[in-house]
């Protein structure tokens, strides 16, 4: 019998215990033992519930327990996840987690400790729920140079966007639509302004290039003034908005990431990934592009990488994963001002100030635009060039363009 | 230093050079030791080629080389390749492998030889080329019940029916210029009659299954009978026509497996999946359906997936990969007659014997049909349901439709 713990009980914790039930002797036979979730540390009465047998409230007794082997940190949060995730790979037991927020910031320290101890610090749940991407990037990808990570992660911003291109819904309609249809919280900040989308982008930037992504040297711009006209535009260039999580190798050496929304051409496969959904590109040095679909949250997609991640632990607990995951050394982390992109720009400036800026650019025509209103696509530059050239002229819109 | 073999000097052998050339510091780093390949088996003379200095023509000289850890099986087809891996496996030599005929026929036998040595034996790029596949269904579901994976598994059937799509052409010129362009061999039987897709859907039920999937039980239609008509059919049903390998999960409780091409509609993401690419959507009882996208083949995409397992194998070389697989047990494999669909069907037989055969359906318009051609959907059923009611009606054409 192996015994496990959770902490948190919220909907990805509610997952896990579906999954065990429902798969338990599938994992029994692949494990060799059954899997038994012996401890849930939760911070208040849940009355009635048929798991109160197994709550506590004090994680000490969780940590001192020795036949708990594998801790699953489904509470979310930097703390005290972070001081409960180090106490119990000090105490020499696996932790599997779906926190993102705790890795992007402190996974590298966390991934240390695991390593004197020892043990799996395993965390395929905090990107793309329960999509296969972090372990197929690090070992399935571990012949390439990886030069890119670009996706949609984040299922409630790519709901909201999907619906305002499907149904011409403007922003606040579709984000109070998905808060009804539970897609969203009541405080939608973390989704909507992006800060989920960089917390991922962050772990997949770390894994991708070895080398730590701190979230502050990533920009993050969410989709609240992405709007209808933009929607519009975007559909006569045989493009979509979407918000992207980037992370780059750029030609110097150096590395960048940052999350926008972007137009991105229908020809690209991630313009079809739609609804809750999230997409992940790889572009290796000998693979070429790889993309990773499925669903990005939910409590039993996410609970089937987390149970995988504990199957895994359990199975290989004598033996701990190299995440090569450096706390510094090259690519250094730089500006995403110096990431190249073709930009759409929308602008009631005038075409004088236009002209002068970018020479002759051909401009996108949209029926229902207000006069003096224009909108056109430039040439490859980096932001930092792009800027220089705009000045002082006022933008209505700007987003990058990806083919 | 690490040192391997490579069995065969084909354009997958070339792009595994290629990649350890490139990125041979990268890999030096990961492997803790430079990886260098110390001989190639070779059938023939390749006069001046500057890896001659490597070539041997004796197998058992590698196979009795202490210094050779790892050999890479990229000759293809069932033998000499079963007796040298074979021999590779029991001289404790791990084995990387992109051979889908031998994996699809033998794998099993070879995985049990693979395990009484202690050895590995991986085979990641014998599916999907490069994309990640095998590990993640194997590894990163492991929580779930796998209850189908359905997949483009051929690039060249792929690229063929693209074209018949997007530009009108019809099979033997699509096919034509599939070969011009080196996506067709000038045999192109295995790819064209889906016997390729065959081999790649076994080895993917094998391992979503646990089970032996032999490929005399997987019925295997190819595209040569694909019409343009077919094609136009489709899209206006809002479809595309894919040839796509299917294994699944029946109620019943045993497992199907067919190749055939499909009608698929347009809202799945495999219908985007176009040219030369590959896509697979696995579909687990947890994390619901994810695919996994990229290169199916070609050199340095294939050499990726084995590069990548080439490490693998090194670093775990202590560890036996348990792949599940075994030799027989449930679910038990049956006919794909068993397998429910709506179906498309085609026909000249007249409205009489369509009605006394399904009742009420709904026609297909085609403003180029001929008269008293006649196509419509079915409600969802068998094969063998369908091919019950069609009885000796003649059928110009008949596809599942897949939503």
Redesign the interface.
Known sequence: MSKIALLGYGVVAR?VLE?LA??GA??AR?LGAPLEVKSILVRRDFPGDPNAGKFVRDFAGICADPEIEAVVEVMGGEEPAYTYTAAALRAGKHVVTANKQLLAHRGQELLDIAGETGVNYLF?ASVGG???IL??LR???????VDEVCGILNGTTNYILTEMIQCGTDFSEALSQAQALGYAEADPTADVEGLDAQRKICILADLAFGRNMPPEAVSAQGIRAVSREDVEYAQRLGCVVKLLGRALRLPDGTAAAYVAPHFISKTN?LS??DGVMNGIVVR????????????GA?G??T??????D???ALL?AS?RKDW?WAASGAPEPQSAAAVVSRWFLRTDAGLAPIGAAFGNVQFLSHSGAPAGEYAFLTPPMTETALLARVGDMPLLSRYRVLD
Do not use: K, Q, T
């Open positions: 997952g999954v429902e798969n599938l994992l692949r395929e329960g999509i296969p372990r197929p070992e399935c990808l571990s012949a390439n140079r496969l079809h990934v290796g040095n000998a693979v070429g592009e790889c993309l990773f679909y499925g669903p939910g039993r997609a609970a089937s990488a987390v149970v995988s504990v199957v895994d290989h033996r090569g």
